[in-house]
């Protein structure tokens, strides 16, 4: 019975295979098999890296008493969320409507048809507290299912016409429009997150997510000159200052973990997914050029403040991109190109027992072991927290960044833990190669290998777009799978509009990088097909083009995710791509109508984010910078009479602020003078002769 998933691409669905429960895959045999025997279904829907869906696997699918009950009077199915993230986005919406929250793992009770009618999160094998024990849930459900089907039914009936309603709700989200000019609306997001910055960083109370996309969006201000980028600059300094030092980042591997459970970023949950690294490897990137570019006009403390940011984000960026590197590569057996893997796991074994954070943690003996072979450190450098879930057991992370003669200390420290950490078994690796996921590392690498001058990084670019494309695009039907695993794609499941979009932004960051090579063209393949997603009457973009006859039976297909989550919306996602396309055709001049329609639509697809500016930027920030990108005065530079070091400066900071730029050989003026010319659409400003003055053009008058 287990065959089912032990050929899967998902790890997670491999996990399960050994157990006696009858498991099935999510797809239409599964839910044929309930019509036919006349009982509910019982989706579980979960991830590899995610520590309590191991929890129940073993308390409860482990248990043959519970697989006997699962397997009489249910069809049991098993479902990775990354493999089919609208499946897990439709029944965790039907989760939360029943029950005010949701999480992982997900335990839902479907009709043979798919529509939910009860839903929880993870149930413990004996009773606790309120919860009831998952063995009293299954009894119940099916109790029910005996005695009281209407009832279950109008569940149902009433449940998909609320969800029905949300993804209506969804869609006018998408057609607001702002009351205010978009110049307008983008100063009340930078207001909102300079004024909502906490002093120990980040925007909220914990647990602690890094507001990536909102940093990225913010660092467009802090080169404005003046106060308001002082402030700008501030705030985004002290959320990345917490970020580069605290617990989230992983000192002695590099990349970083999700996110951080307490106020002060000192201790991580420790699950390292690709999606999380790749927006944090591009932040760094764009970081170390940006806090360097606001170094050049500060002075004193703030530029001191700025210049070891800049230095702390360059080393971070190249730490991460060496942990993907190590870590992250996957390829089909026997060679050829190597794309990412998806995630790493949190839980690793210690003394027999699988423990959340094992690798990364340190007890005081092998810390003061660590410090003992060390001159002393100097006071107040390192900070060490203990894991409150696992006692006597510390995270390390800094408390300030070390000082110039510091560095050999805290490096020394680094490698003696390290050493500690090598004979350790490490986390498990889920091996699944997802396409959006792999678009993200890909521009983020191609970015930070153009702006820390690093080749190698482009070149693991250009593998992992090679080795993506080869097993998910699929040249008869034109359509790209969302999943593969061994170099094996599931053509059957496709990519959502997330992947459509991220893996082309991915493919003409390659473009721009490598140039004359055939990313343009597959880039545009991805687009012309992600040009679908967008419903044709009402102009609102989903995630699919059509849902399947289960998910369609409780909700609309409905728009696509307008809000950034630990990935960007992937509307804003697309209508980046198109602006990226249709500004690099301007800067070629290659305009067509096409990209002129193009560019527009980008426009259409964003303008929700200028109504949401003053309420929620931080959930609109990538269709923020799209409009930024749309609005700015500047969108693409020609340049000419640059010496080497000038056209290097520039290119890194055009690359940070997605400016497209130009050589031009033979530039009018007098030989030998700097001539940089900012253009927006078919209009170039006059010339200006310095770097200072033309970053002043950057910005409204």
């Not at 109508?593 to 639509?601: I, P």
């Not at 929700?608 to 929620?616: G, Q």
């Not at 001539?675 to 927006?680: D, F, L, M, N």
Request: one cysteine or more; a negative charge; aromatic letters at 6%.
């Amino acid at each position: 019975m287990a065959q089912r998933l032990s050929g899967s691409s998902s790890q997670y669905l491999r996990q399960h295979a050994h157990q006696l429960v009858d498991w099935f895959p999510y797809g239409d045999q599964a839910f044929e098999q309930a019509r036919l025997r006349d009982v509910p279904v019982m989706l579980s829907i979960g991830y590899s890296a995610c520590h309590w869906c191991h929890v129940m696997s073993h308390e409860s699918f482990d248990d043959p008493a519970i697989a006997q009950l699962l397997n009489e009077h249910f069809v049991a199915i098993k479902v990775d969320r990354e493999e089919h993230p609208l499946v897990d986005d439709t029944y965790m919406m039907a989760t939360q409507a029943l029950t005010g929250a949701g999480g992982w793992p997900m335990t839902i009770f479907a009709l043979p048809d798919g529509r939910a009618f009860h839903a929880g999160t993870y149930y413990p094998a004996v009773p606790r507290g309120k919860t009831p024990s998952f063995t009293q849930v299954l009894n119940a459900v099916n109790e029910a299912w005996e005695t009281k089907r209407d009832g279950l039914a109008e569940q149902a009936d009433m449940l998909a016409g609320h969800l029905a309603e949300l993804g209506a709700r969804q869609g006018a989200l998408l057609s607001l429009h702002s009351a205010l000019p978009a110049q307008q609306s983008q100063e009340a997001a930078v207001t909102h997150w300079i004024s909502a910055t906490r002093p120990e960083g980040g925007t909220t109370p914990a647990p602690k997510f890094p507001p990536t996309w909102a940093l990225k969006t913010l660092w467009r201000s802090a080169l404005a000159g003046g106060s308001r980028g002082d402030e700008a600059f501030n705030a985004a300094a002290t959320t990345l200052e917490a970020i580069l030092r605290g617990g989230l980042q992983d000192h002695l591997g590099g990349g970083f973990a999700r996110y951080c459970v307490d106020e002060h970023w000192s201790v991580p949950h420790f699950e390292k997914m690709l999606y999380d690294n790749a927006g944090l490897l591009s932040l760094c990137a764009r970081s170390a050029v940006l806090a360097g570019e606001y170094a050049h006009g500060a002075a004193g403390a703030q530029q001191q403040r700025a210049e070891a940011l800049a230095a702390a984000a360059r080393a971070a960026a190249l730490d991460t991109a060496e942990f993907l590197r190590r870590e992250m590569r996957v390829g089909a057996d026997g060679g050829g190109p190597q794309a990412l893997a998806s995630s790493l796991d949190a839980d690793s074994p210690r003394e027999g027992k699988s423990i959340e954070g094992a690798y990364y943690t340190f007890s005081r003996a092998e810390l003061n072991a660590a410090l003992d072979g060390l001159d002393a450190l100097p006071p107040n450098l390192v900070r060490l927290a203990e894991v409150a879930e696992d006692p006597g057991r510390y995270c390390l992370s800094l408390a300030r960044f070390p000082h110039a003669g510091e560095e050999p200390l805290w490096n020394q420290l680094k490698q003696e833990l390290g050493l500690v950490r090598a004979t350790r078994q490490r986390p498990g690796r889920d091996a699944k190669v997802i396409a959006g996921w792999n678009g993200l590392a890909i521009e983020a690498l191609c970015e930070a290998g153009a702006l820390l001058d690093a080749p190698e990084l482009l070149e693991m670019a250009e593998e992992a777009a090679t080795a993506v494309w080869q097993a998910h695009w699929d040249p008869e039907t034109r359509r790209l799978a969302r999943v593969s695993f061994d170099g094996k794609a599931e053509h059957s499941n496709e990519g959502t509009l997330q992947d459509y979009a991220a893996l082309a932004l991915g493919l003409l960051a390659l473009d721009s990088a490598r140039g004359n090579g055939p990313w343009a063209a597959r880039a545009d393949a991805l687009l012309g097909r992600a040009g679908d997603f967008v419903d044709p009457g009402t102009g609102v973009p989903r995630d699919a083009v059509q849902l399947d006859a289960r998910l369609s039976a409780q909700r609309a297909a409905g728009a696509a995710t307008v809000l950034d989550d630990a990935i960007p919306a992937a509307g804003a996602l697309y209508a980046m791509a198109l602006a990226r396309r249709a500004v690099t055709a301007l800067a070629d001049g290659a305009w067509t109508d096409a990209q002129a329609a193009g560019l527009e639509r980008a426009g259409e697809l964003t303008v929700h984010a200028l109504a949401l500016a003053t309420e929620v930027p931080t959930q609109v920030a990538t269709a923020l910078e799209v409009q930024a990108v749309l609005n700015a005065p500047v969108q693409y530079v020609t340049v000419g009479g640059a010496q080497p070091d000038q056209l290097a400066r520039l290119r890194r900071l055009g690359r940070s602020m997605r400016l497209e730029l130009r050589e031009e050989k033979d530039a009018a003026g007098p030989a030998g003078t700097l001539r940089i010319q900012g253009c927006r659409k078919e209009l170039c400003q006059a010339p200006v002769d310095s770097l200072e003055r033309f970053v002043q053009t950057l910005h409204h008058h």
